[in-house]
Nanobody, 127 residues
Framework: QVQVVETGGGLVQAGDSLRLSCTVS????????MGWFRQGPGKEREFVSG????????YYADSVKGRFTSSRDDAKNTVYLQMDSLKSRDTAKYYC????????????????????WGQGTQVTVSS
């Protein structure tokens, strides 16, 4: 079993920045691709960003492109989501998830292709 824990959420004002962290335990992070999803109030969970095993350019939802940046530090078994220029519409619970399968370039945005999920961390952006 892979344990996934997100941290770093909080209450900020519009225009502020936050950095979320996601730590994977009991396995080696370099074995996985990783994704970030979020679920806002009254909304379905949606893809935010994904990062593959071997670096390269991360994937981003159009709504966060240019404002959010994903990165990974395999030595620390941790991935990060740097969120800049936050907007009230970014208010959501943010989840980190582990992708173990193949064809990540095709399925990175599909939450049903992720195997293990964290409990989420709340991000609230006040306007």
């Amino acid at each position: 079993q892979v344990q996934v824990v997100e941290t770093g959420g909080g209450l900020v004002q519009a225009g502020d920045s936050l950095r979320l962290s996601c730590t994977v335990s009991d396995r080696t992070l370099s074995d996985f691709a990783m994704g970030w999803f979020r679920q806002g109030p009254g909304k379905e969970r949606e893809f935010v960003s994904g990062i593959s095993w071997f670096g390269g350019s991360p994937y981003y939802a159009d709504s966060v492109k240019g404002r959010f940046t994903s990165s990974r530090d395999d030595a620390k078994n941790t991935v990060y989501l740097q969120m800049d220029s936050l907007k009230s519409r970014d208010t959501a619970k943010y989840y980190c998830a582990v992708y173990r399968g193949t064809h990540y370039d095709q399925y990175y945005y599909r939450e049903d292709h992720y195997d293990f999920w964290g409990q989420g961390t709340q991000v609230t952006v006040s306007s």
